[in-house]
């Protein structure tokens, strides 16, 4: 297992990254033929809506959104909801609004919809935009449509569930899952509210067909954005544990009962592996024969790792940290 990164020590640079595995030849992989149709079905159908409301991950606050967004969707009143509040260090929630306020996005929203936290505040910021908006015609309708847009697996048709339960008292209206992909095209209208009357429009994940650095896709991958195996469990486990380490969050010592922090993946995964019990028999060619022995199942440790750490269970983290520590501070 080739190691790729260091946080403990001192040197905390990435190596690999004229190696990383979603640039050059396979864009096609990281942006599939699905997301470009799905942006242009969205443009086709924002006649029939007054409203954006992008839903993007607060590990990433910062970075990630695609840019086609605004460039294609820009001309309806926005409104943007980092969800999955739950997952992130929050402690500098003040610095990052004020940074996204710098990027002409005034109206945030954080969510976890999981458990319907701050979910009634996007009803009234939208209807408060739409009816403030010159660009609203609504003629003779007193109803509200919008659009649900966002890079995959932040939590889109989870959003809209959240909505019907506050609003509806209803179950769910749109299929949700761990892993990018789950919406594939444009739904019909789906109604969230019934007073005031307000449907929802649920679209498909769309990436950026470019990402601005490696890093950035590592974040990106780590919040599942990507199917995992397009960058490797293993790569995004070494990175997942560069960060921990960099941040001196340690709570996977304490998760897996290591002796201590450690910035070499494979001792990590090894110990992973031993703990959990995900060990498998290889048989060696020696001198006298096959011999079976027991080795670590790396992949599935990297697994683990990796799912642990999505399911909050390695306690909340800022992956954008490094974004924040370079924004200017706003003057008071």
Request: proline share 5%.
């Amino acid at each position: 297992m080739r190691l790729a990164f260091r946080a403990l020590g001192g040197a905390a640079g990435v190596a690999w990254r004229e190696s990383f595995p979603l640039g050059g030849r396979d864009v096609a992989r990281w942006f599939p033929g699905h997301m470009a149709k799905g942006l242009k079905k969205m443009q086709s159908s924002l006649k029939l809506v007054d409203c954006i409301i992008e839903v993007h991950d607060a590990r990433i606050p910062l970075s990630g959104r695609n840019p086609l967004f605004q460039e294609t969707l820009g001309l309806k009143p926005h409104v943007l909801v980092l969800n999955k509040m739950d997952l992130a260090d929050l402690k500098e929630q003040q610095k990052i609004i004020q940074h996204l306020e710098g990027e002409g996005l005034k109206n945030v929203v954080f969510t976890n919809c999981l458990q319907d936290e701050n979910v009634k505040q996007i009803i009234p910021t939208v209807t408060g935009l739409v009816g403030s908006s010159c660009r609203y015609h609504r003629g003779e309708s007193l109803e509200y449509c919008a659009m649900v847009i966002g890079i995959p697996n932040v939590g889109k048709s989870s959003l809209i569930n959240a909505l019907r339960r506050q609003h509806l008292g209803k179950g769910k209206a749109t299929r949700v899952g761990g892993e990018p992909g789950i919406t594939r095209a444009v739904m019909s209208r789906i109604q969230v509210c019934e007073w005031p009357l307000m449907f929802l429009l649920d679209t498909p994940g769309v990436l950026a067909p470019r990402i601005e650095s490696v890093e950035m896709g590592l974040k990106l991958a780590l919040c599942g954005t990507v199917l995992d195996h397009l960058v490797g469990e293993e790569t995004l486990a070494d990175y997942l544990l560069y960060t921990l380490n960099r941040h001196q969050l340690f709570g996977y010592v304490r998760h897996y009962g290591l002796g201590g922090a450690c910035d070499d993946i494979a001792s990590v995964l090894k110990q992973v592996a031993v703990t959990l019990g995900k060990t498998q028999k290889v048989k060696v060619l020696t001198g006298t024969g096959d011999v079976n022995v027991i080795q670590p199942n790396y992949p599935a440790a990297a697994r683990d790792f990796l799912q642990t750490f999505r399911r909050g269970l390695l306690g909340p983290v800022m992956l954008d940290r490094d974004v924040l520590q370079r924004s200017p501070v706003a003057e008071p």
